[in-house]
Protein backbone atom coordinates (compact mmCIF):
# COMPACT_ATOMS: atom_id res chain seq x y z
CA UNK A 1 0.00 0.00 0.00
CA UNK A 2 1.71 3.14 -0.70
CA UNK A 3 2.61 5.25 1.94
CA UNK A 4 0.83 8.97 0.66
CA UNK A 5 -2.57 7.35 0.75
CA UNK A 6 -5.27 9.44 1.98
CA UNK A 7 -8.89 7.88 3.30
CA UNK A 8 -10.27 9.57 0.50
CA UNK A 9 -8.34 7.25 -1.91
CA UNK A 10 -9.54 4.28 -0.86
CA UNK A 11 -12.15 2.63 -2.79
CA UNK A 12 -15.73 4.30 -2.15
CA UNK A 13 -17.42 0.72 -0.56
CA UNK A 14 -14.64 0.39 1.57
CA UNK A 15 -15.18 4.04 2.95
CA UNK A 16 -18.61 3.07 3.67
CA UNK A 17 -20.22 3.37 7.65
CA UNK A 18 -23.44 1.62 6.64
CA UNK A 19 -22.23 -2.07 8.10
CA UNK A 20 -24.89 -3.79 5.59
CA UNK A 21 -23.20 -1.94 2.93
CA UNK A 22 -22.91 -4.96 -0.04
CA UNK A 23 -19.82 -4.44 -1.52
CA UNK A 24 -17.95 -4.85 1.41
CA UNK A 25 -19.67 -7.94 2.40
CA UNK A 26 -18.76 -8.77 -1.03
CA UNK A 27 -15.34 -7.99 -1.05
CA UNK A 28 -14.90 -10.15 2.21
CA UNK A 29 -16.48 -13.04 1.25
CA UNK A 30 -14.43 -12.73 -2.19
CA UNK A 31 -10.94 -12.10 -0.23
CA UNK A 32 -11.87 -15.85 2.44
CA UNK A 33 -12.13 -17.62 -0.80
CA UNK A 34 -8.83 -16.82 -2.45
CA UNK A 35 -7.33 -18.98 0.14
CA UNK A 36 -9.12 -21.80 -1.71
CA UNK A 37 -7.83 -21.21 -5.04
CA UNK A 38 -5.27 -22.89 -6.94
CA UNK A 39 -4.71 -19.63 -8.86
CA UNK A 40 -4.86 -15.80 -8.42
CA UNK A 41 -4.66 -14.42 -11.68
CA UNK A 42 -4.17 -10.29 -11.91
CA UNK A 43 -4.33 -7.53 -14.94
CA UNK A 44 -1.12 -5.73 -13.74
CA UNK A 45 2.65 -6.45 -13.77
CA UNK A 46 5.18 -6.94 -10.90
CA UNK A 47 7.24 -3.19 -12.11
CA UNK A 48 3.85 -1.76 -11.92
CA UNK A 49 2.74 -2.88 -8.34
CA UNK A 50 5.61 -4.97 -6.90
CA UNK A 51 4.74 -4.00 -3.15
CA UNK A 52 1.29 -5.17 -3.11
CA UNK A 53 1.97 -8.42 -4.96
CA UNK A 54 4.83 -9.06 -2.58
CA UNK A 55 2.01 -8.07 0.31
CA UNK A 56 0.03 -10.71 -1.72
CA UNK A 57 2.07 -13.36 -1.77
CA UNK A 58 3.23 -13.38 1.60
CA UNK A 59 -0.14 -13.55 3.20
CA UNK A 60 -2.12 -16.17 0.43
CA UNK A 61 -1.12 -19.52 1.70
CA UNK A 62 0.14 -22.27 -0.78
CA UNK A 63 -0.95 -23.92 -3.08
CA UNK A 64 -2.50 -20.46 -4.26
CA UNK A 65 0.06 -19.22 -6.78
CA UNK A 66 -0.16 -15.39 -7.85
CA UNK A 67 -0.06 -14.86 -11.56
CA UNK A 68 0.13 -11.83 -12.75
CA UNK A 69 -0.33 -11.68 -16.87
CA UNK A 70 -1.29 -7.55 -17.74
CA UNK A 71 -1.46 -5.47 -19.00
CA UNK A 72 -4.26 -7.92 -21.00
CA UNK A 73 -4.73 -5.24 -23.84
CA UNK A 74 -0.93 -6.17 -24.55
CA UNK A 75 -1.40 -9.66 -24.56
CA UNK A 76 -4.25 -9.89 -26.29
CA UNK A 77 -2.61 -8.08 -29.25
CA UNK A 78 0.43 -11.03 -28.61
CA UNK A 79 -1.82 -14.23 -28.93
CA UNK A 80 -4.78 -13.06 -31.01
CA UNK A 81 -4.14 -14.08 -34.27
CA UNK A 82 -5.22 -10.45 -36.74
CA UNK A 83 -8.11 -10.58 -39.04
CA UNK A 84 -9.41 -13.82 -37.44
CA UNK A 85 -12.93 -14.51 -35.72
CA UNK A 86 -11.98 -13.38 -32.42
CA UNK A 87 -11.74 -9.07 -33.99
CA UNK A 88 -15.57 -9.32 -33.65
CA UNK A 89 -15.43 -9.90 -30.08
CA UNK A 90 -15.60 -6.80 -27.95
CA UNK A 91 -16.89 -5.95 -24.45
CA UNK A 92 -18.52 -2.20 -25.60
CA UNK A 93 -21.98 -1.37 -24.44
CA UNK A 94 -22.17 0.66 -27.39
CA UNK A 95 -21.17 0.28 -31.57
CA UNK A 96 -17.81 2.01 -31.85
CA UNK A 97 -17.89 5.72 -33.82
CA UNK A 98 -14.49 4.94 -35.79
CA UNK A 99 -15.07 8.34 -37.95
CA UNK A 100 -12.83 10.49 -35.04
CA UNK A 101 -10.19 8.94 -36.61
CA UNK A 102 -10.45 11.45 -39.80
CA UNK A 103 -10.58 14.38 -37.19
CA UNK A 104 -7.16 13.14 -35.50
CA UNK A 105 -5.13 12.48 -38.65
CA UNK A 106 -5.68 16.33 -38.98
CA UNK A 107 -4.16 17.29 -35.78
CA UNK A 108 -0.15 18.04 -35.04
CA UNK A 109 1.24 15.39 -32.47
CA UNK A 110 0.50 15.38 -28.94
CA UNK A 111 -1.91 18.42 -29.47
CA UNK A 112 -5.15 16.74 -28.37
CA UNK A 113 -6.84 16.09 -25.04
CA UNK A 114 -8.77 12.92 -24.76
CA UNK A 115 -11.62 13.06 -22.77
CA UNK A 116 -14.08 9.89 -22.18
CA UNK A 117 -14.98 8.96 -18.68
CA UNK A 118 -16.13 5.43 -19.31
CA UNK A 119 -20.30 3.79 -19.98
CA UNK A 120 -20.76 4.28 -15.87
CA UNK A 121 -19.84 7.44 -14.81
CA UNK A 122 -22.39 10.16 -15.51
CA UNK A 123 -21.89 13.85 -14.58
CA UNK A 124 -24.34 16.24 -14.02
CA UNK A 125 -25.45 19.13 -15.97
CA UNK A 126 -23.64 21.95 -13.91
CA UNK A 127 -20.11 19.35 -14.12
CA UNK A 128 -20.90 18.77 -17.49
CA UNK A 129 -20.59 22.96 -18.36
CA UNK A 130 -17.63 23.12 -15.89
CA UNK A 131 -15.67 20.48 -17.95
CA UNK A 132 -16.96 22.09 -21.40
CA UNK A 133 -15.88 25.45 -20.64
CA UNK A 134 -12.68 24.48 -19.17
CA UNK A 135 -11.61 22.44 -21.95
CA UNK A 136 -13.09 25.44 -24.19
CA UNK A 137 -10.92 27.76 -22.64
CA UNK A 138 -7.48 26.02 -22.56
CA UNK A 139 -4.92 26.05 -24.94
CA UNK A 140 -4.74 24.17 -28.35
CA UNK A 141 -7.41 21.71 -29.76
CA UNK A 142 -9.26 19.03 -27.83
CA UNK A 143 -11.30 16.25 -28.36
CA UNK A 144 -13.88 16.35 -26.00
CA UNK A 145 -15.60 13.23 -25.54
CA UNK A 146 -18.04 12.96 -21.92
CA UNK A 147 -20.68 10.40 -22.18
CA UNK A 148 -24.13 12.20 -21.93
CA UNK A 149 -26.09 11.45 -18.81
CA UNK A 150 -28.61 8.86 -20.59
CA UNK A 151 -28.54 5.13 -21.42
CA UNK A 152 -27.78 5.18 -25.13
CA UNK A 153 -25.45 7.38 -26.96
CA UNK A 154 -28.11 10.58 -28.25
CA UNK A 155 -27.71 11.19 -31.95
CA UNK A 156 -26.35 14.46 -33.51
CA UNK A 157 -29.40 16.67 -33.75
CA UNK A 158 -30.43 15.42 -29.62
CA UNK A 159 -26.55 16.38 -28.84
CA UNK A 160 -27.39 19.56 -30.09
CA UNK A 161 -30.58 20.23 -28.22
CA UNK A 162 -29.38 19.11 -25.38
CA UNK A 163 -25.80 21.42 -25.57
CA UNK A 164 -28.04 24.43 -26.50
CA UNK A 165 -29.92 23.41 -23.24
CA UNK A 166 -27.37 22.71 -21.13
CA UNK A 167 -24.86 26.26 -21.23
CA UNK A 168 -22.01 24.53 -23.13
CA UNK A 169 -20.24 25.64 -25.68
CA UNK A 170 -20.98 25.39 -28.93
CA UNK A 171 -18.15 23.10 -31.29
CA UNK A 172 -15.73 23.99 -33.59
CA UNK A 173 -14.58 21.22 -35.13
CA UNK A 174 -11.22 22.76 -35.58
CA UNK A 175 -10.72 23.01 -32.06
CA UNK A 176 -12.84 19.72 -30.96
CA UNK A 177 -14.58 16.77 -31.93
CA UNK A 178 -17.50 15.58 -29.78
CA UNK A 179 -18.11 11.64 -30.39
CA UNK A 180 -20.59 9.30 -29.95
CA UNK A 181 -18.46 6.42 -28.79
CA UNK A 182 -15.02 5.28 -30.32
CA UNK A 183 -12.32 2.75 -29.33
CA UNK A 184 -10.58 4.23 -26.49
CA UNK A 185 -7.26 2.07 -26.94
CA UNK A 186 -6.83 2.99 -30.66
CA UNK A 187 -7.71 6.72 -29.64
CA UNK A 188 -4.96 6.13 -27.08
CA UNK A 189 -2.45 5.47 -29.44
CA UNK A 190 -2.59 7.97 -32.23
CA UNK A 191 0.16 10.34 -32.33
CA UNK A 192 -2.23 13.31 -31.92
CA UNK A 193 -3.55 12.45 -28.22
CA UNK A 194 -1.26 13.99 -25.73
CA UNK A 195 -3.29 13.65 -23.02
CA UNK A 196 -6.00 11.55 -21.27
CA UNK A 197 -8.83 12.98 -19.01
CA UNK A 198 -10.29 10.56 -17.42
CA UNK A 199 -12.46 8.99 -14.51
CA UNK A 200 -9.24 6.38 -13.75
CA UNK A 201 -11.15 3.26 -14.37
CA UNK A 202 -8.40 0.41 -14.16
CA UNK A 203 -8.74 -0.71 -17.66
CA UNK A 204 -8.41 3.21 -18.50
CA UNK A 205 -5.15 3.37 -16.81
CA UNK A 206 -3.66 0.45 -18.31
CA UNK A 207 -4.38 1.34 -21.66
CA UNK A 208 -3.52 5.08 -21.02
CA UNK A 209 -0.05 3.76 -19.75
CA UNK A 210 0.29 0.95 -22.86
CA UNK A 211 0.23 3.96 -25.06
CA UNK A 212 2.37 5.94 -22.56
CA UNK A 213 -0.26 8.67 -22.53
CA UNK A 214 -0.04 11.13 -19.52
CA UNK A 215 -3.45 11.41 -17.53
CA UNK A 216 -5.69 14.17 -16.11
CA UNK A 217 -8.00 12.42 -13.22
CA UNK A 218 -11.80 12.69 -12.26
CA UNK A 219 -12.42 9.43 -10.16
CA UNK A 220 -15.94 9.09 -9.57
CA UNK A 221 -16.58 5.76 -7.49
CA UNK A 222 -15.22 2.08 -6.62
CA UNK A 223 -11.51 1.74 -7.07
CA UNK A 224 -11.02 4.59 -9.14
CA UNK A 225 -9.66 7.11 -6.44
CA UNK A 226 -7.09 4.73 -5.23
CA UNK A 227 -6.11 3.94 -8.84
CA UNK A 228 -5.94 8.21 -9.10
CA UNK A 229 -3.39 8.40 -6.01
CA UNK A 230 -1.04 5.52 -7.35
CA UNK A 231 -1.19 7.13 -10.89
CA UNK A 232 -0.16 10.64 -9.08
CA UNK A 233 2.27 10.09 -6.07
CA UNK A 234 3.61 6.12 -7.33
CA UNK A 235 3.43 6.35 -10.94
CA UNK A 236 4.01 10.43 -11.67
CA UNK A 237 1.60 9.74 -14.88
CA UNK A 238 -1.58 12.13 -13.83
CA UNK A 239 -2.47 15.20 -12.42
CA UNK A 240 -5.98 15.22 -10.50
CA UNK A 241 -9.14 17.46 -10.66
CA UNK A 242 -10.56 17.90 -7.80
CA UNK A 243 -13.89 16.36 -6.89
CA UNK A 244 -15.76 20.14 -7.03
CA UNK A 245 -15.31 20.84 -10.78
CA UNK A 246 -14.70 24.24 -11.39
CA UNK A 247 -13.60 25.61 -15.43
CA UNK A 248 -10.40 27.30 -13.96
CA UNK A 249 -9.19 24.41 -12.04
CA UNK A 250 -9.85 22.48 -15.95
CA UNK A 251 -8.59 24.76 -17.80
CA UNK A 252 -5.10 25.11 -15.41
CA UNK A 253 -4.78 21.88 -15.01
CA UNK A 254 -5.02 21.08 -18.90
CA UNK A 255 -2.24 23.92 -19.99
CA UNK A 256 -0.20 22.45 -17.27
CA UNK A 257 -0.33 18.86 -18.71
CA UNK A 258 0.06 19.72 -22.07
CA UNK A 259 2.46 22.15 -22.15
CA UNK A 260 3.83 22.91 -18.33
CA UNK A 261 7.18 21.24 -16.92
CA UNK A 262 5.33 18.83 -15.15
CA UNK A 263 3.54 17.82 -18.21
CA UNK A 264 7.11 17.21 -19.73
CA UNK A 265 7.50 15.05 -16.46
CA UNK A 266 4.54 12.80 -16.70
CA UNK A 267 5.21 12.38 -20.61
CA UNK A 268 8.66 11.09 -19.68
CA UNK A 269 7.20 8.82 -17.14
CA UNK A 270 4.39 7.35 -19.30
CA UNK A 271 6.74 6.79 -22.08
CA UNK A 272 8.88 4.52 -19.55
CA UNK A 273 5.49 2.63 -17.62
CA UNK A 274 4.68 1.87 -21.65
CA UNK A 275 8.02 -0.02 -22.38
CA UNK A 276 8.12 -1.60 -19.25
CA UNK A 277 4.69 -2.69 -19.78
CA UNK A 278 5.41 -4.42 -22.83
CA UNK A 279 5.95 -8.08 -22.10
CA UNK A 280 9.34 -10.01 -22.14
CA UNK A 281 11.23 -12.44 -22.36
CA UNK A 282 10.45 -15.29 -19.80
CA UNK A 283 11.78 -14.02 -16.24
CA UNK A 284 10.20 -10.77 -16.81
CA UNK A 285 7.81 -11.54 -13.42
CA UNK A 286 5.30 -12.55 -16.05
CA UNK A 287 3.48 -16.03 -15.28
CA UNK A 288 4.55 -18.07 -18.60
CA UNK A 289 1.92 -18.88 -20.66
CA UNK A 290 0.75 -22.39 -21.54
CA UNK A 291 -2.08 -23.37 -24.25
CA UNK A 292 -4.70 -23.84 -21.68
CA UNK A 293 -3.63 -20.13 -20.62
CA UNK A 294 -4.02 -18.53 -24.04
CA UNK A 295 -7.18 -20.67 -24.78
CA UNK A 296 -8.39 -19.30 -21.31
CA UNK A 297 -7.14 -15.49 -21.11
CA UNK A 298 -7.99 -14.87 -24.89
CA UNK A 299 -11.78 -14.69 -24.33
CA UNK A 300 -10.86 -12.50 -20.97
CA UNK A 301 -8.50 -10.53 -22.58
CA UNK A 302 -10.81 -9.67 -25.24
CA UNK A 303 -13.88 -9.14 -22.65
CA UNK A 304 -12.11 -7.03 -20.29
CA UNK A 305 -15.18 -5.21 -18.00
CA UNK A 306 -14.65 -4.73 -14.48
CA UNK A 307 -16.65 -7.40 -13.38
CA UNK A 308 -15.69 -10.16 -16.14
CA UNK A 309 -16.22 -13.99 -15.51
CA UNK A 310 -15.73 -16.26 -18.08
CA UNK A 311 -18.21 -19.76 -18.00
CA UNK A 312 -15.81 -22.65 -18.80
CA UNK A 313 -16.58 -26.58 -19.05
CA UNK A 314 -15.84 -28.08 -15.76
CA UNK A 315 -12.58 -30.61 -17.27
CA UNK A 316 -10.67 -30.34 -14.02
CA UNK A 317 -11.62 -29.20 -10.68
CA UNK A 318 -9.64 -26.06 -10.44
CA UNK A 319 -10.61 -22.88 -9.36
CA UNK A 320 -9.19 -19.86 -10.66
CA UNK A 321 -9.68 -16.33 -9.18
CA UNK A 322 -9.51 -13.21 -11.67
CA UNK A 323 -8.65 -9.97 -10.19
CA UNK A 324 -9.32 -6.65 -12.81
CA UNK A 325 -7.38 -4.43 -9.49
CA UNK A 326 -5.10 -5.53 -6.68
CA UNK A 327 -7.39 -3.80 -4.36
CA UNK A 328 -10.91 -4.15 -5.51
CA UNK A 329 -12.79 -7.25 -7.10
CA UNK A 330 -11.58 -10.92 -7.52
CA UNK A 331 -13.60 -13.33 -9.66
CA UNK A 332 -13.84 -16.92 -9.17
CA UNK A 333 -14.88 -19.78 -11.42
CA UNK A 334 -14.53 -23.63 -12.51
CA UNK A 335 -13.35 -25.39 -15.24
Known amino acids: MSKHMRLKDFPSFIRSTDPDEFMVHYAIRVTGQIAGADAVVLNTFDELEQDALDAMRAVIPPPASINNIGPLALLAEQIVPRGGQLDSLGSNLWKEDVSCFRWLDGRKPRSVVFVNYGSVTVMTNAELVEFAWGLANSVGPGQQRPRLPVDHPAGPRERRRRRAASGVPGGDQRRGLLASWCPQDAVLRHEAVGVF ?95 QWQELLILFAITTAPCACIPMPRRHDRTICFGIKLNYNMHRLRF
Open 197 to 291: LTHSGWNSTLESLCAGVPMLGWPFFAEQQTNCRYKCTEWGVRVEIGHDVRREAVEEKIREAMGGEKGKEMRRRAVEWRETAVPGEAGDGRTPLGW
